[in-house]
């Protein structure tokens, strides 16, 4: 019994760890205060990529309303980053149920539901992990936001002027299009891909959290 208590207060402060990683990462892009007496234009959607019809711009908390465009350029810069990971977590759950027992890494030790995989890592890996979070959390910082020394002290977290939001210069394989037009719709893609993930990743965490079974499993269940 000792035993078991011990390995699953070790599971719980791994699982701490990482939720209080992600929550760190997360609070950067929380809404910044705003000063009423300098936001007279107010952010605007109009324009904006990633609205289409027929819903248009979706703002039912009119979030936008009360935003200057600094703001607005901060929430797409979250968007797109909880996107890009979302569509990650997602293909994540999908593999790592399907190779469980079977992978080279690990001694194929890592088993059951993939929200259960991150307390199953070894202990040695977890260095490995947060230097990996760290060194990309700090190039996108540098790449996208002014030096907190140069920003005024009711706007922190400034995006530099010339910093379009979610552009990290990553494209490996080329496949930004030169046409406006023709990146604007891959931006759109991006975007809603990234809104779909969101919305699949917090179902698989709910479903599993709740009954145990992976995703996988649910999958197979069904056939």
């Known amino acids: 019994n000792l035993h078991q208590l011990s390995t699953q207060s070790n599971h719980t402060m791994k699982f701490s760890a990482v939720f209080a990683l992600i929550i760190g990462s997360a609070s950067a892009f929380a809404p910044m205060p705003t000063n009423k007496a300098s936001t007279a234009m107010q952010a605007s959607l109009d324009g904006l990529v990633g609205a289409l019809d027929p819903v248009g711009a979706f703002d039912p908390l009119g979030l936008a309303e009360k935003a200057t465009d600094a703001t607005l350029a901060r929430y797409r810069e ?8 979302a569509m990650l977590a997602v293909i994540g759950f999908l593999v790592g149920e399907q190779v469980e027992g079977s992978s080279f890494l690990f001694d194929a030790q890592i088993s ?3 929200i259960t995989h991150i307390t199953q890592v070894p202990d040695g890996f977890w260095p490995v992990i947060i230097a990996f979070i760290g060194a990309y959390e700090a190039s996108r910082a540098e790449a996208g936001w002014v030096d907190p020394s140069d920003c005024p002290v009711d706007q922190p977290g400034l995006l530099r002027d010339d910093y379009l939001p979610g552009d990290l210069k990553f494209d ?9 037009e023709e990146f604007e719709i891959m931006q759109t893609k991006e975007l809603q891909n990234g809104r ?5 990743a917090a179902g698989f965490l709910a479903q599993e959290a709740c009954d145990g079974k992976g995703i996988i499993e649910h999958f197979q269940s069904m056939a």
Do not use: N, T
Not at 78 to 85: N, Q, S, W
Not at 172 to 180: F, S
């Open 112 to 114: 059951g539901p993939a």
């Open 78 to 85: 979250a968007e797109l980053a909880h996107g890009r990971i």
């Open 196 to 200: 779909l993930a969101m919305l699949a």
């Open 172 to 180: 490996p394989l080329g496949l930004k299009p030169d046409d406006a």
